[in-house]
């Protein structure tokens, strides 16, 4: 799928695709989300959280989607701004009430509920500041404004602290606007270097988390194509509803009257009777987890579906000429385990396997590494799809850090610095390899990757290598020279 496409669409009429207890299975299994921690009264607070700016596409998405990460800026003392794409006025037809109207009524529903999260017991530094900003965007129609909305979401990231946290819904929710919102949060996370996380809504009610089976009693998705999203499910990780946070979610949703019971006229797409939350719906989607897709605003996953070498890794003499450095500036002969996040096809993986015992290569695209896979045929290579936080345990005496820290976020990198310090062996070395020209995408460019992974205490540079178009570092903790170790003594 690519931006500007929407997934198959659900709605809440039909007949979730999942069970409660199958996603309260699939729930337990995904790892917290690591920028977090419960604290004694079973509260999830966030690390040093600047702020958060939660986009959402209609009154009651914010309550829906991302009310845990509401609540836990709230109780860390950060500022929130929820910025409303829309006022909602789609949900019911003109002819059954005046969209004017609806907007009042949506608008207050969503002050409301947001009201109930304000209530909230904060945590040792305060309760947080709660703000709401309309953008009167058109319901329905956010996919033909992604260039003000990226542009509105952008404004709203430089009047909040530097390092918030941009919160938009899944760009492969499910619903056009949903996905529009996404994609249009990704496209500004990229261009003001904001973290961005997304939370899911209908997702739970038309895709099937890995491991689990569809309800039988389900209904088809309605829409263009029968086919699934493509969900990076190993980027999930959740955080905990303790109960003070289920109860205030609880009366939030419940102002939502609207969208509730049919006292307004039926809803859009609705049979008579039918409310657009149906009590099916709100028991699939509000569960005891509210799980969230931290991650890069770059679609991997997307990229790699569409072309199977979208890098050029076995065309261009750049990328071969690139990996042969890469390998030749290595200060030992043999290493005993390497670590290579982000292998995409594994151009650099199979060079690798020829002078490690064991490789361990990961990337968060599954088409990457199924590529990746059919090249490489190593017995001593563990392919493993995977996100950057997830750090493998044990001691290793080989990073390589490819073209992917420009990738990950503030917060990410810093975490990615600190676990390769800790986790490098004596002996060990850090190698970096990165593009030098512009990228859109990217938070950092080369020089300052550069500059961070010199400053991490402890380490000294071993060697590098730069031309106009690369950068390569090798970096770790002090050893003799390759001809001290060898020859000279």
């Not at 009310?67 to 109780?75: D, E, T, V």
């Not at 947001?114 to 909230?120: I, Q, V, W, Y």
Request: charged share 20%; glycine share 8%.
């Amino acid at each position: 799928m690519t931006p500007g496409e929407t997934a198959a669409t659900f709605h809440g009429a039909q007949t979730p695709r999942n069970t409660r207890a199958a996603l309260d299975c699939y729930d337990a299994g995904v790892s917290e989300w690591g920028i977090g921690e419960v604290d004694p009264e079973g509260r999830w607070i966030p690390h040093n959280l600047p702020g958060l700016l939660v986009v959402a596409p209609h009154p009651d998405d914010e309550i829906l989607g991302a009310a845990a990460l509401i609540a836990a800026s709230l109780r860390s003392g950060s500022p929130v701004q929820i910025l409303a794409a829309s006022d909602g006025t789609g949900s019911h037809p003109p002819q059954v009430i005046p969209p004017e109207r609806l907007a009042e009524i949506r608008t207050a529903e969503s002050e409301a509920a947001l009201e109930e999260l304000r209530g909230l017991t904060p945590g040792p530094r305060g309760a947080g500041s709660l703000q709401r900003q309309r953008l009167h965007l058109p319901d329905g129609a956010l996919a033909d404004h992604r260039v003000p909305l990226t542009a509105a979401i952008g404004a709203a990231l430089r009047q909040m602290p530097g390092g918030t946290v941009l919160a938009a819904p899944l760009s492969r929710d499910g619903h056009p606007d949903h996905d529009a919102c996404g994609e249009a949060a990704a496209s500004a996370a990229a261009q003001h270097n904001a973290p961005l996380v997304q939370y899911p809504v209908w997702l739970w009610l038309h895709s099937t988390p890995p491991g689990l089976h569809p309800a039988q009693d389900s209904e088809p998705m309605t829409g263009s194509s029968p086919a699934e999203p493509e969900i990076s499910w190993s980027a999930a990780r959740s955080i905990p509803i303790d109960a003070e946070l289920a109860q205030a979610r609880g009366r939030a949703v419940a102002a939502f009257v609207s969208q509730l019971g049919t006292e307004h006229g039926t809803p859009a797409d609705r049979n008579p009777g039918e409310p657009v939350l149906t009590a099916s719906m709100l028991q699939t989607v509000l569960r005891d987890r509210q799980i969230v897709f931290p991650g890069t605003p770059l679609d991997f996953e997307g990229l790699h579906a569409q072309d199977s070498d979208p890098w050029g890794v076995t065309s261009r003499w750049y990328e071969q000429r690139k990996y042969a450095l890469t390998m030749a500036v290595l200060p030992r002969a043999r290493y005993r385990r390497a670590f290579e996040p982000g292998c995409s096809i594994g151009g650099i993986t199979e060079l690798l396997a020829q002078r490690c015992d064991e490789v361990l290569a990961t990337d968060i695209s599954g088409a990457a590494l199924h590529t990746a896979a059919q090249r490489v045929g190593a017995e001593n290579v563990t392919f493993q799809q995977s996100s950057i936080e997830d750090w493998p345990a044990g001691a290793i005496d080989l990073i390589l850090i490819s073209e992917l820290a420009y990738y990950l976020n503030d917060a990410q990198w810093a975490a990615v610095r600190g676990r390769a310090a800790k986790t490098l062996e004596s002996g060990g070395h850090l190698v970096s390899v990165h593009w030098r020209h512009p990228d859109a995408q990217a938070f950092r460019s080369a020089q300052q990757i550069r500059a961070d992974l010199r400053a991490v205490p402890g380490w000294i540079l071993h060697g590098s290598y730069e031309d106009r178009d690369m950068l390569i570092d090798i970096l770790g903790p002090a050893t003799p020279s390759v001809a001290q170790t060898e020859f000279l003594h």
